[in-house]
């Protein structure tokens, strides 16, 4: 649409106030009981932090401040919509989903993940996405499975 039309002052201005949607995944939307509680937080946060701005006078600045918390509610509310609850696992036989899973690496280093969903995970806090490739060999193995992760081989050690 032209600016023309519009009752921003520019381009640049309607252009701060149509961000594009964050992306949503093609997988399916696992969460564990925290990963949705997280949601669920997170779009409150977007939503209280799209209402802060809304007694701003200045309609292009309005725009401009509620921009990024429109798009988060948007996005939030998506994945709080289509989350899909798994239980944690009923067993430590096989890697499952919520499995924290122990590892040693070929060069001998040992790691320690959580395997949850896309949204709450976080290698640096010891969290993988159960989409990942580390996490897809090592879904249904068992401890003293051997698996080959990119050019690497790892050992399962602990299943928690």
């Known amino acids: 649409m032209s600016v023309a039309f519009t009752k921003e002052e520019s381009a640049e201005t309607a252009s701060e106030t149509l961000l594009p949607d964050r992306p949503i995944s093609p997988h399916p939307n696992l969460v564990t009981e925290g990963g949705l509680r997280a949601l669920e937080s997170q779009l409150q946060a977007a939503r209280d932090a799209y209402e802060v701005v809304q007694p701003i006078d200045d309609v292009n600045e309005r725009r401009r401040q509620s921009a990024t918390p429109l798009r988060d509610v948007r996005y939030f509310a998506e994945r709080v919509r289509t989350a899909q609850v798994v239980p944690p696992p009923s067993s430590n036989d096989t890697v499952a989903f919520g499995s924290t899973v122990t590892f040693c690496r070929d060069d001998g280093r040992m790691q320690k993940f959580r395997i949850v969903g896309e949204d709450e995970a976080d290698p640096k806090t010891g969290s993988i996405s159960y989409v990942s ?8 193995k068992a401890v003293g499975d051997v698996v080959g992760s990119g050019s690497q081989e ?7």
């Open 133 to 140: 490739p580390v996490a897809r060999s090592l879904m249904g």
């Open 154 to 160: 790892i050992q399962i050690t602990t299943i928690e």
